[in-house]
């Protein structure tokens, strides 16, 4: 019988890398990301990518492959994730999915329609009027018609608000196709749990302001410098901020002020789009190794 997913997910910085490198280690289980910016290449800071040292004692997958200039759809991570899992299977090894974009976890799962095919019609109008109007005017629009999508993206990220829309306005008109859910996790009849990592405010902007200081000494602005703002991935939290000190408008101070109160704010969002996730197990951070250790040992396969 084929192993159970267990899929560790929760705001950014709430320690779910951590938690699934120990559970893989105790349940000899393989890691599939699902993280919509530690998928690229050379961005390990700004995205707080598996380490090498981390990628050595446990195997990873779709972690670091993606060339930063490269677009990357919900679609392509669920065909991507779904081979990863079937040879994680086929070698007769466990897998843990682990990462904080919620749109791709659900897409994962089955339980949101995606729609892999474009409207080269739709995709014009949709440009046309990225150009004539602001961000969040597009924005809006999409939080009028897609709330829970919405709540997942940046304002200010104009492509991945107008890809949103796209697909949205396509299932209004009966346009989208849900061919890739249908191959998701439970139509195949792959079991899984899904748990949340469920850390307090409080604790939680303790975490983010120790990462920023832990970013900015390991280099995220010469990272920033490198990748630069043509790059998709250059739409990350972080790397904004970053590029702008470098052209002179914030000082060193502003910058970290900036730096943590956006992944604040980005972790927020996270949980608003979690708190409409399916079938959501909440666990604290206080308890979490034993309390998923508890979980997983009670899967099928995992025993």
């Known amino acids: 019988m084929r192993a159970a997913v267990l899929i560790v997910t929760g705001p950014t910085a709430s320690g779910k890398s951590a938690l699934a490198l120990a559970l893989a280690e105790r349940f ?14 050379g961005m390990p800071i700004g ?8 990628r050595a004692r446990i195997p990873h997958h779709l972690v670091d492959f993606l060339d930063p200039h490269e677009r990357y ?27 904080g974009t919620g749109f791709y976890v659900r897409a994962l799962t089955g339980d949101v329609a995606l729609s892999p095919a474009f ?17 969040q005017a597009l ?69 983010i302001a120790a990462r920023v200081d832990a970013m900015l000494a390991a280099g995220l602005l010469d990272e920033a410098e490198r990748i630069g703002a043509q790059a998709v991935a250059a739409d990350a939290v972080g790397y ?32 608003t789009w979690f708190r409409t996730e399916p079938d959501l197990e909440p666990i604290l951070t206080d308890d979490a190794l034993a309390e998923a250790s508890r979980i997983a040992a009670a899967l099928p396969g995992w025993r």
């Open 119 to 135: 409207d080269p019609a739709l995709r014009e109008r949709l440009a046309h009027e990225a150009r004539v109007h602001p961000p």
């Open 47 to 54: 995205t707080a990518a598996p380490s090498p040292a981390d």
């Open 240 to 271: 904004r901020e970053a590029l702008a000190h470098l052209a002179g408008w914030s000082t060193a101070a502003e910058l970290r002020a900036q730096l943590a109160r956006n992944t604040r704010r980005y972790a927020k969002r996270q949980a």
């Open 28 to 41: 000899d289980a393989e890691i599939v990301g699902a993280d919509s910016r530690q998928i690229y290449r």
């Open 73 to 99: 759809s919900a679609a392509r991570f669920v065909e991507e994730a779904l081979r990863a899992l079937d040879d994680v299977a086929a070698r007769g090894r466990r897998a843990i999915v682990v990462g």
């Open 139 to 207: 924005a809006d629009w999409l939080a009028a018609l897609a709330p829970a999508r919405a709540a997942a993206i940046a304002p200010n990220d104009p492509y991945r608000v107008a890809r949103a829309l796209e697909v949205a306005l396509a299932e209004r008109t009966g346009n989208g196709r849900g061919d890739v859910t249908a191959a998701g996790l439970r139509a195949r009849g792959i079991p899984y749990r899904k748990l949340y990592l469920d850390a307090a405010p409080e604790v939680l902007a303790q975490r």
